[in-house]
């Protein structure tokens, strides 16, 4: 049985996320989506809420379980037994980005290989600081997010009472 790890902060989870998890879950046998609980940058939602707003995106996945976590990441695939790690590209510099941090996590277990899925067109240029900026200031979301996470959203920004 293949398990992979798909870990990402998913601050907050879009439809290009969904699709990459559910491309992913269709390669292997078990796919852990995990929540990063301490990304080094600046979050709008809490780790629960970003677990749960990701399991509620993925219910239908059969193969997929979400957790969060606070390790570094080629320590929690250790420990889960995936094999795999799973990333997704939208443009040439993540490609730069997450060729970096492959040969890094490459080194620190080399037992365990990185695998990046090109984002579905129609998200390649969908990113979660985009839809923050397009939530704050009160535009449509349902394109690029599941309508659990618009809602959310709006919600946060109090554009929704």
Known sequence: MTSALYPGSFDPVTKGHVDI???AAGLF???TIAVYDAPPKQLLFTTEQRVDMMKKAVAHIKNAEVISYSTLTIELARKIGAKVMIRGLR??????????MSLMNRKLDPEIDTVCLMTSQEYEFVSSSLIKEAAKLGGALNEF???HVAYALRVKYGLDK
């Open 21 to 23: 998890a559910q491309r």
């Open 29 to 31: 046998d078990k796919i």
């Open 91 to 100: 443009m040439g510099s993540d490609f730069d980005y997450e060729f970096e």
């Open 145 to 147: 997010v599941p309508e």
